[in-house]
């Protein structure tokens, strides 16, 4: 991924060489679409085996990726590090609504783009769901000169940032620095099609490599864009692609553009002009709006309370300010750390410490005792060392600590000082500092005035392949590590009517086991699954659903029974059914709830009755349940901070 390497620039020499390592790693990781063998990390990196094995151990340790065999697979938690750009960037969860309504009244796809150096990325997707849908992904980076954005952002360029296109331009003529993208080949419309008269025979006489290609129009389109004040997409990125895009301005700059893109098969690219572009405006119109009313209570709250405290760690800063070097503009952010976060995100941390209070890892360690959620100061400076010392030199601390400063931003947080990044993060100042100067060297953070930001490129860690990531994909791993350790069968499944259908299961090879695959339905009231699932739904009648009908001598019928029997379950977090669906099975199931407090699925244990007492289920079984469901919580909350998680 060329473009996302800041070439030139000579390593600093209190750059952390670990960290480097690290984020080459994740890289790799994320243009391998999220998940490589070792071996083949150790070629695309170019590192020697034992320093990729004690990389992807200690990214395990913090669970950004997860060891399956040979292979390391990017894992949720990553996604942290994206997050924290986007909440302080506050464009997503300002804008998000806006688009997505915009996505429903054209029955369009709708994105949401930020200016990433010479390239555009996604900050928001809302694609329509067709045989022929966008691919792209929240953090996929693009060539600006292939798209309807680029050439607005372009039009607030300086002649360093136009160089330094024509520098890259002439360096990656393919665009294989831009995976997301097909290579860039195809002439311009009209050229080289063997025309040979007029104009065209010089064109169709040159090689190849000569030919003007799809781009080669960009400095005329930003012109155009800058006289006309939008953009059009017309085929430059594939054949039938076509979108037209507007910026929402904050404060008289481009804060992001909104696009909408469409096929050929559906909107020429002068359609969307005169069909799509009236409605566009007046979403921008209400987009902007939004921006401006945040900014006035953002500016009417500094007033008040955060001026005289910023003027005093600025003051604290002066004294010793050596970190700060090179300008530029972004934003950071974190869902995962310091004051101010939602309450369930405090939750997430609970569950996360009564998982480590379990005990239970895979023999990476890839899950076990990280903090998560809000901590004390130097917490996570604690959980670094505390690793330190039980992994050994498996675990590279300087890349965990590195990492770590990313998340010390959030929202309400889109700058800080270095003595506030080390206040966040618990990290003495020299190592944050070292951590930070890192970082800008690689243009994830940007330094002005001694006040650091991150900036867009942080979501290329990993991002765009695990924002398509699915609750069943979640909770795979996890479901697979309660089934091994318990030997029984572990099922994921979601309330569809009113029955339950399984999207997740990992099934034992006993001679006598649980047989059910995924996609398949039962009713709901007779199993632990589908009762863990009515209690939580608001005014469950036992009258809305199908007849109660005995399914075993054990089945409960009587419609009283049934509703307190779902009091009963939602009072205690928990259904055990004991032979209701069938005579000796017998299944005890929990709730698994998304960030807002909702439950969104439930996992259960199933086993035949001669396995375990009722008693021994409740006492043996459910702990490791809860547990489990915990830690698909912690990864669900993380990876739905921004985007619908798809529940099946």
Known sequence: MRSEIRTGAAVPA??????????????????????????????????????????????????????????????????????????????????????????????????????????????????????????????????????????LFATEWSEQEWARWHERRAADPEDRGFPAVPARSRPLDGQGDGESEGEGRSDAAAPAAQLPTVG??????????????????????????????????????????????????????????????????????????????????????????????????????????????????????????????????????????????????????????RPVGPVAPYGLATWTSASKQELGREFIESLARGLTVITAFGEGRPELTLTEVAQATGLARA???????????????????????????????????????????????????LSQRLHDSVSLAI??????????????SRIMSVHITVGSRLPAYPTALGRVLLADQPGTRVADLRPLTPLTPRTITDPAKFTAELDRVRKAGYALVDEELEEGLRSVAVPVRERGGRVVAAVNVAMHSSRRTPEECVRDVLPQLHATAGRIESDLRVAGRFRRVPLG
């Open 14 to 151: 209190e750059a952390v060489t670990p960290l480097i390592r690290g984020i080459a790693v994740l890289r790799r990781l994320t243009e391998a679409d999220g998940s490589s063998s070792l071996s083949g990390l150790e070629r695309a990196t170019g590192l020697a085996r034992s320093t990729v094995d004690r990389i992807t151990a200690t990214l395990a340790r913090m669970g950004y990726v997860r060891l399956d065999g040979r292979d390391a697979v990017l894992a949720p938690r990553l996604m942290e590090l994206g997050n924290a750009y986007l909440s302080a960037l506050r464009l997503p969860r300002l804008l998000d609504a806006h688009a997505d309504a915009l996505a429903d009244e054209l029955d369009e796809s709708v994105s949401l783009a930020v200016g990433d150096r010479d390239g555009i990325r996604f900050i928001h997707q809302a694609t329509r769901r067709r045989a022929m849908s966008l691919s792209f992904r929240i953090g996929d980076l693009l060539p600006a000169e292939r798209t309807a954005p680029g050439p």
């Open 495 to 508: 309330l569809a009517d009113d029955e339950i259908q399984y999207t997740g299961r990992v099934s034992t």
């Open 216 to 369: 080669d129009d960009f400095e005329r389109r930003t012109a155009e864009a800058r006289e006309a004040g939008w953009a059009l997409d017309d085929q430059l990125i594939e054949p039938g692609l076509v979108a037209i895009s507007l910026p929402v301005r904050e404060a008289g700059r481009i804060a992001c553009v909104v696009s909408v893109v469409s096929h050929t098969s559906r909107h020429t690219a002068s359609d969307l002009q005169d069909t799509l572009l009236p409605r566009l405006r007046k979403a921008v119109t209400a987009m902007e709006r939004d921006l401006r009313e945040a900014r006035d209570v953002r500016d009417a709250h500094d007033a008040h309370d955060v001026r005289k405290p910023r003027d005093s760690r600025e003051a604290r800063e002066s004294r010793g300010a050596q970190d700060s070097r090179g300008a530029s503009d972004s934003r950071g952010a974190s869902d995962s750390r310091g004051a101010g976060e939602s309450r369930d995100t405090q939750e997430s941390r609970d569950t996360q410490e009564s998982r480590d209070n379990q005990g239970s890892r895979d023999n990476q360690g890839s899950r076990d005792a």
């Open 431 to 481: 190592t944050a500092r070292r951590a930070l100067i890192t970082l800008e060297h690689l243009g994830y953070v940007t330094a002005h005035d001694r006040v650091f930001r991150l900036t867009p490129r942080v979501l290329g860690l990993g991002f765009p392949p695990l924002s398509r990531t699915s609750l069943p994909e979640i909770a795979a791993p996890h479901l697979t590590e």
